[in-house]
């Protein structure tokens, strides 16, 4: 083994020469290492040849590492020119592993590895150059220079992981045993797996800007939950115990498999744990395929699976205990963790589990590293868990990278925690949340948990649907063109008319057409209780979500297929407390149901001319109101057939040969029950379409009171 | 007949109480007069039968100028209450004679005739009120309630006349004679026509605010014209003349007869004018048709075409002659009533020409009243023009009545001048335009000129193309929402670049993408000469039409169907100059012809994200440039695939895994030759879509510099 694999550097200290000299360090052993990795390959042709169809040939990954410093660094302003663009171009993007489509091998002329060892040595030198002489102040912010630094060390120790299931991947042939790259040798036969009481208990997830080790952007921001006690298995699954799974035909078995497991079972043909090699010669006929050699089978290390392989074997293993066997959630990964290791894996190097870089290149058994009563809390191969990924609370992009993370909040991409003996860094940090398709490989296997309660399943999408998004900025998102809110100022015009005009009473609001919600819950800050009916109920969902988890993720088009990525939140809009006085309805402004009614006060935004029906509309809304009640109406009246019939129109035409406008109309319809108490006021209202493009309309106002 | 029939009275004068009483006067007379006509009616039944098929019956004439003084009055403000809601929805408006479809029966339930002389007698006595009640104040404005007044009595002065043409149409049996509506006794053989010289000499149409009579919205703002020398016929035609072509055959051959003439000849199967009637005990076969009896036919009097039928004769006339004969222009007809009638037809009661009234209830002969060499410059029967009725410069619609000119602003109504026996008040002045359909009939004939000049077509319609009008607002219109016209900020940018970066030159500059051209316009006060080139030929047809005719017109969606009328003139926006430094062409800037180049500057706003191969556009430009020149590019960037395939897009995506920019893609592409001297800025824009709904949009704007 090379001397020790250098850890996260601190972000803070007082001395920046020294944290220069620390982070160079930290730069050249990182490439160092990473370079020495691919020395596992055996010849030139296996940077070609790819390990797996759907990823790139190891000869882009060789180069990918050191492009990604070039490319973050021209977009952070820390150089101006490229070293080589057409190699740049070809080393920038990986290859997505689901998108089978994508990868046409015949768009890469790949250069020579030397071509590549030379790129990779100007890069380094590039690299070398900007940490002597770009100034360095401490701590190193999100906002620094060095945070881009950082980012590239620890997105090519990711590679360095990532590379080296790789080459676990590739054909025997085009591997070669290395002396910095030994395995463990030993080996035995798997302990008994037994399950042990973890006390219910509260975790405290995410981190803010003043931690002070660098992170990636899903890491900070805050979470928390009390989770109830469970069960957990002291130790990982062993590839022994796991053998009982593939030995009672658990493969062949759909019944153990989700819709998603027996798809992806179905694909890949897939009989037992990708790393395991049938061997008739071999003492029980299973061999098990390391970097660069195939050992006889460890049943004592953890078996590794993806997730669909790990959730098949809980459910079998149900059925055949009858316990509620199942992954951890990523909550109860870290309620487990909390109470195994109380102040987390002490610093000591070596590390008190296989992690680092600090012992093999390979696993271990899963009884070699005690954890409290359990073993392999962290370190070992990474523990999947039940959770998609999902953002925590007051989670943003980093600017430098930010499709690090948002790509894969789509609830189709699980956690893994706990490192893997070749996670170092960043990836070795507790803290860290790094997640894979649930059908991906990594050096990754599970512990299961029995639990009677359902893992908690957050909502990790953003928002993208464009009228949907459009509307929760609308209501939530930043004053465009200057512009303030608009269902924000309706409701303030709302509850003033009804200080000035109402009957007295603030006890039940309605907002029609209310969309994404936001003057609901402005009105509840005045109103005992406002129910909220939109016909959309996708709109309806956003509001029903912010009022159940205060918060609210969207995407808006910034230019082209660019994006930008936006949290919500009601507590910053001073609404926490209106969440639980506002109920939202799906419903049909024209057909109102019958229980919707004796309102004090009726707001209509925006509705009246996207209704089929508006006179039927404005001909029984009284009959919703109490007497003396108040009816605020907006509308730009803004009539087009693709939502009101010409004969259903209130007005915009001749009528008798003279101009009949909207306003004219309302005055004739709504007469008879309503005298109209103010405006009428045109209030101004924006819905951004992109970081450039705006609609901006006025809303013509009105204020009717009900006589009595 | 009756005492004197009262005429227009003038707007201004000293006494007020003194022009109440003339205006009182004015009012009762006519609405006597009025109903005096329908005392021609023999029987109820005559009310309700239509004399044609495409009108209402008579019934609804009968209560419609009594209406139309109420809904004015209501909409002027002058009175609160409607008399009698149900029939003035009945009364309100008339039918288009066009639209045979609208016309349906069953929905009309009219009401008895003493019911609609009740009515108007309620009618009379509000109208009398307001006139002895409203405030006065002289002279009387366009905007004064004392215009809606003498509104309602021109009004009803039109209807005074179209209800006899009707009452002509209609059954012998239905119609009696009446002591005060004798016709003219006098007849005989038609007297030769001869052509006269008039004169080459300058019209002057038009009159402003100031004039001291009222008149419609039609007659105001100017138009001039030099008129060469032609000559004219003395008489107006006579049915003696007229029977020439009759007799001919000339309804039978299709050779004379326009397309327009012709499909209207097939549908009304005619073959001779509509108030000849063939009755073969007559002298010679055929009879007169007048108000209420049938005359043996007076050869001597006017005949009484539609326009098409007079075209059919000036062919067949010019068939037989050998002559260019045709109908005059307008401008034409002013030449001719300059040349015969200069200072106008005295204001001798009775007058000395066939109108006001002053004489009989029919034509008389056509050489009855001279004027000058000719006769019946003015009255006896309307003349047909050749002009299609237009708006003059300056035209505005009149709040109170937008729609009583401008839908016939369609190249589908021709222009009669000069009044018949039955027209008074405003109809009687020579300044009064008034036009119909084309296949239209009312007391009207023609005089007709021969001349190897082309009659002026002048541009009557609206733009009303919802696309070319917003365009054109957007260049020529109103700042909405307090943003700055954009084309006119664009060429002030550019031309400060100019100064500040430019190559010295201010010879040619190019508008890419010039839209309707404001820009263009605008560089032109700098540079000597300005190219505009847009890929849309109704966009350049604005420019041009603008360069060429000083103004411009179109209508804007307000509300609904409700639009408003503008004209927009380069000389109020000072750019009358630059008219003639402007050419528009209709191009492609992906694929500009050859001729295209040497500029000292290009400008390219809004353009190039709505360019089907923006990327060829961007490497080709240099090569129009002359060295040292400068290209000023203003984009939102708003991407579409409806315009720019994904792949020609610039910028907008990920590009080697990072956010590629348009502003990044301009940088590469254009670096080649150019350097970026200023920007990027964003300029804002505004494009109305209604009168609450816009589009606000800022565009980012870069100057880039050709090296040399």
Redesign the interface.
């Known amino acids: 083994m090379p001397s020790r694999f250098p850890r996260s550097p601190l972000l803070t200290g007082n001395d920046s020469e020294a944290k220069r000299a620390e982070l160079l360090h930290y730069f050249h052993a990182t490439f160092d290492r990473y370079e020495s990795l691919f020395e596992l390959l055996a010849c030139d042709e296996a940077y070609y040849r790819k390990p797996i169809s759907l990823r790139h040939p190891l000869i882009f990954y060789f180069g990918h590492t050191a492009t990604f410093f070039i490319?973050k660094f021209r977009?952070a302003g820390l150089i101006d020119q490229r070293i080589d663009p057409r190699l740049?171009?070809m080393f920038?993007?990986g290859v997505d592993e689901m998108s089978w489509d994508d990868l046409d091998d015949s768009r890469y002329d790949w250069p020579t590895v030397a071509e590549v060892r030379a790129y990779r040595a100007r890069a380094r030198a590039v690299v070398d150059g900007v940490i002597r002489q770009t100034p360095l102040a401490l701590p190193i912010g999100w906002n620094d220079p060095f945070w881009t630094v950082l980012m590239g060390i620890e997105h090519e120790r990711i590679h360095l992981e990532t590379s080296s299931v790789l080459i676990r991947q590739h054909a025997l042939s085009y591997v070669r045993p290395h002396p910095d790259w030994q395995p463990c040798r030993e080996r035995g036969a798997a302990p008994a797996n037994e399950l042990l009481d973890i006390p219910a208990g509260r975790v405290s997830l995410g981190r803010d800007l003043a931690d002070p080790y660098y992170g990636w952007d899903n890491e900070y921001g805050w979470h928390q939950a009390e989770i109830g006690a469970f069960r957990a298995a002291r130790h990982l699954v062993s590839n022994g115990e796991f053998r009982e799974f593939v030995d009672a035909g658990g493969y062949a078995d759909d019944s153990y498999w989700d819709e998603e497991g027996a798809a992806w079972k179905t694909y890949a043909r897939a009989a037992h744990p990708t790393f395991w090699v049938r061997d008739a010669n071999a003492p029980d006929g299973w061999k098990l395929r390391l970097l660069a050699e195939e050992v006889a089978m460890p049943w004592n290390w953890p078996v590794e699976t993806n997730c669909l392989e790990a959730r098949a074997f809980c459910r079998w293993k149900s059925a055949q205990s009858g316990l509620p066997v199942r992954l951890p959630s990523e909550d109860e990964w870290h309620r487990l963790h909390d109470h195994a290791l109380p102040g987390g894996l002490a610093d000591d190097a070596p590390a008190a589990a296989n992690l680092h870089l600090d012992h093999w290149a390979s696993s271990c058994p899963v009884d070699r590293f005690r954890h409290g009563e359990l073993s392999d809390v962290v370190g070992n191969v990474w523990q999947w868990c039940e959770t998609p990924t999902y953002p925590f609370d007051g989670f943003a992009v980093h600017p430098i990278y930010?499709?690090f993370t948002s790509p894969t909040f789509d609830e189709r991409h699980n956690i893994i925690k706990g490192g893997s003996w070749i996670s170092t860094g960043n990836e070795a940090r507790h803290v860290s949340r790094y997640a894979f398709r649930r059908h991906f490989f990594q050096h990754a296997g599970f512990r299961y948990v029995v639990s009677d309660a359902a893992p908690s399943q957050p909502v990790s999408a953003y928002e993208t649907d464009t009228m949907v998004s459009q509307y929760a900025e609308f209501h939530y998102g930043d004053a465009a063109?200057g512009v303030p809110n608009f269902p924000q100022a309706m409701a303030r015009l709302a509850s003033d008319a009804q200080r000035r005009h109402g009957n007295g009473q603030w006890q039940r609001a309605l907002d029609l057409g209310c969309a994404t919600g936001r003057a609901s819950f402005e009105l509840a800050r005045d109103f005992a209780h406002v129910v909220g009916i939109d016909f959309s109920a996708r709109f309806i969902q956003i509001g029903s979500r912010l009022a159940e988890n205060g918060s609210l993720r969207y995407t808006l088009p910034?230019?082209?297929?660019?994006v930008s990525y936006h949290e919500r939140r009601l507590d910053n809009l001073g609404l926490s407390e209106s969440a639980g006085r506002v109920t939202f309805w799906q419903g049909d402004a024209c057909n109102l149901k019958e229980g919707f009614r004796d309102f004090d006060l009726i707001l209509a935004a925006n509705l009246i001319d996207r209704l089929y029906a508006p006179r039927r509309f404005l001909e029984t809304i009284a009959g919703r109101l109490k007497p003396g009640g108040l009816l605020v109406l907006a509308s730009?009246?803004?009539?087009l057939e693709e939502f009101t019939k010409r004969e259903e129109?209130i007005?915009?035409?001749?009528k008798?040969?003279?101009?009949y406008?909207?306003l004219d109309g309302l005055k004739d319809i709504l007469g008879e029950h309503f005298t109209l108490v103010e405006g009428p006021l045109?209030v101004p209202f924006?819905i951004r379409e992109?970081r450039?493009?705006?609609?901006?309309?006025?809303?013509?106002t009105t204020v009717w009171k009900r006589r009595s």
Chains 1, 2 share one sequence.
Request: overall charge negative.
């Open positions: 490319n977009l740049e171009s920038a993007i930010d499709d063109l910034e230019e082209g297929e660019l730009p009246y803004t009539w129109w007005g915009g035409f001749k008798d040969g003279e101009s406008t909207t045109p924006v992109t450039r493009k705006h609609q901006h309309t006025l809303s013509e």
